[in-house]
């Protein structure tokens, strides 16, 4: 394993981590999306890592071109991913927008409290 | 296999795909509703075709699977579509379903829908169930990522279009959307760690390279992540939490759409993934201990699940902590890998879609007519809609597993394979399990016929066209009960391909 | 809307040039770095700028919503098209073969190029629609 790799590992599953904690932690309902963008980020990382190879080039055939590359299919598994996480992304956001128009707040605490005062009023 | 078959297999997602595409455009006023039906009717067409051939040709020649390259490119280099009987048992009837529930949804999406969505309604609804068909047939492990993505996002866009009922349903939602989100990314770091492993994404191809390699760390953090990812997206307890909420405040056609078909598939993935990627070459896919630590799930899921159910304030959260229960039984099933317990996983599967889709379709028949499921407004409802009610009833009856009823049937195998494999705890639970749903369904039952009707005016009649489903799935479910043989021969040969590790 | 005699001039200049680029990558993506995806992009990239510039009524009426809202349907009709194609003729789904049987890298190179103008046109508006939807319509 080179350094560049074992420097990825260890930064993958840093960004994987603090994404997992802001989107646990943190009450602001856009704060908790970023978490979970920079939770899948960490995902990318890891992918990319796999298809690295020691002075690898783009596969691209050409005369003279060394025959060391890298893997190219986890780079294009990662791009259908990022695809993924935009779409997550832009649907989070779209609902954010719906919950601050019904509630007027982004904070997932106080949604708690005004829809347990719903419920209470309802019964 | 004739040249007449030979193009089902990309139809079966290329149909609904198509519809969900054209739905936008010319998917304004009724328009909408009829491509839905007709695109899920011929898909239901399509998958049915294929069950029967399946079936057919797998009782000459034993394991039969239908192999379908993408472009013609052969697998394992390129992405092949990959159908055996479980996964043309399970694309029946998730196009049936579809077919079902849209034949219920058109005045229940002008009723919960505003007009101006209603083209993007439909788009939705047909790329989820493009999404869920797609998860069952493909035969690419990546595949599976991105197309539980495609279901998961319109769902997202689908339970959020309950707003206008109950804005609730956009917490929900955005609830579901982290929590779904967080269990598709474990299910792609398996993926990757399954890539990094084997070099290959085809479900085979990786099943055969893993047998010749020693089990490592690498494979067991995979088998780990993707249980972790899988159980998230079946709801299966402790990882539920996202469900209740969402199936309660989601449309009442979504919601029956989801009961029916999206915790099924997630279950697909987990048996697809244990037995057909992971499983050890001539013995069981999982050891004693998984099996201690996915029986305690499932034993805790049963039991809370049955226990929340009786004392929810609603029908429609009833059926939300039923639907929890159920989920355990069918897990607890495929998870000892004993024939009969599969089989009656499978059916388990197939029975808890049909009485579970119809009990949402009343809720939903509900919610039309009165406005609310909650339970203390639904005293006397069995003279006031006798019909709706008695539907309620007989499918509470199939969830206790009355004889007679389909939940009869796949209860019994479940005890069978359980007792057989050295599992009577396990057994003892399902049992308990019964007693448990006997409670809540009793529980409907003195609200409803041993309570003085309240005279609160009903907002509509008892439209035929939104009865008519509840009766199909709900006779389907009786009829299924009484004569049980056919099915039970198919779930027992998809078990059987299944447990022999054929992918 | 921006008020700023620079940012405007300059912008309106590099806005023909953005979209160029956006089809240079786009026809290119089959023999190098580029395609569908990063072309989308790059074209709504240019059409946001432009409503950053010139206000959102000026962009709806050079590009009309609809023709927005039909685009993004196109494309994955153009995308289906192809593989149906491949049906039709009696081969599989998305086998671009069929599209030249005398000759199968151009029948590649068409097949792709549809392919990829279909993924082109779908992301760019697709990524319009969501930053006109984030910025206040009614999602």
Known sequence: MSLFETFNSIAFVVIMMLGLYTLIARQNLVKKTLGLGLFQTGIFLMYITLGVRDDGVAPILQEGAPLTYTNPLPHVLILTAIVVSLSTMAVALALIIGVREEYGTIEADEIATIDRADAEEGA | MNSETSMLPVLIVLIPLVGGVLAPIIGRGIFGWLLALVTTGAATFVSGTLLLFIHAQNTLTPPFAISYPLGGWPAPHGIELKIDLLSALLATLVSGMGFMVTLFSRQGVDDEIPADRRRFFWSLWLLAITGLLGILITGDAFNVYVLLEISSLTIYGLIAMGRQRNRQALTAALNYLVLGSVGASFILIAIGLLYAKTGTLNMADIHAKLLLAPVDATVLTARAFLLAGVALKMALFPLHLWMPAAYSTAPSAVAALLAATATKVGIYMGMRFIFSVFAMSGGAALSEANILIIGICCGAAIIFGSLSAARQPSLSLLLAYSSVAQIGYIVVGMTVGHIDAMTGSILHMVFHALIKGGLFLCAGILIYRLGTTRLEDLAGLGQRMPWVSGAIVVGGLGMIGIPGTAGFVSKFYLLKGLILSGHPVLAGLVLIGSVLAAIYTWRFVEIAYLRPAEDTPLRNGLPFEKFLPVLLLLGASIYLGLQPGAIIDVAHDAAQQLLGGSP | ?139
Request: aromatic residues 8%; without cysteine; glycine residues 14%.
């Open chain 3, 1 to 139: 809307m921006s008020e700023s005699v620079v940012l405007r001039t300059i912008g309106g200049m590099l806005f023909p040039y953005i979209l160029v680029y956006g089809l240079y990558v786009q026809m290119h993506g089959e023999i190098g770095p580029g395609g569908g995806f990063q072309a989308g992009v790059l074209v709504a990239a240019a059409f946001i700028l432009h409503s950053l510039l010139f206000g959102k009524e000026l962009t709806d009426r050079l590009l009309p919503t609809w023709l927005v809202d039909l685009s993004m349907s196109l494309g994955v009709l153009l995308y289906i098209g192809v593989g149906i194609v491949g049906l039709v003729k009696g081969s599989y789904f998305l086998d671009y073969s069929v599209l030249d049987p005398t000759h199968p890298a151009h029948a590649e190179a068409l097949g792709m190029t549809l392919v990829e103008a279909g993924v082109g046109l779908t992301v760019a508006s697709v990524i319009l629609t969501m930053v006109r939807k984030v910025n206040g319509e009614p999602a």
